[in-house]
C-alpha cells in the first residue's frame, strides 16, 4: 500500500505504536512533563539531532556498531544520559520521541499563553 500523494509507503503501524507506547511511558514518568516544559532552549531538538546523527554514522558505515566513548558533541544532557549504543532503528526511534516531546512541549507552551 502506498501513499498516493507522495509514492512513499506509509509509516508501519508497528512504528507507530512503538512510538506510542515509548511515548505514554515516558509521559507517566513522574515530573517528566514538567522537566520536558525546563527544556525551552531547544535541548529536546538538539538531543533528536544528536541521536539521529548517530543513527546516520551507523547507517553511512554499514553496521550499528557506535564505540562506547562516543557522545555527540551537541548532547544538551548529562553524558551518561546519552544512550546511543543500540542499532541505527533504535536510535532513529529515540530521535522520534524527542521530537514528539518537543512538539508536545511547544504545545503546552502555547496553550498556557492562551489560558
Partial sequence: MSNARNNHPPCS???LQQLFEKRELVKRAPGALGYED?????QLAK???CYAMTAAVQIANGHDFTPPCYVHKDWPFRREEFF????ARENLISAALFIIAEIERLDRA?????N
Fill in 13 to 15: 503501524n508497528e512504528v
Fill in 38 to 42: 525546563e527544556q525551552t532552549g531547544g
Fill in 84 to 87: 546511543p549504543n543500540k542499532p
Fill in 110 to 114: 502555547i496553550m498556557r499563553k492562551r
Fill in 47 to 49: 538531543g533528536a539531532a
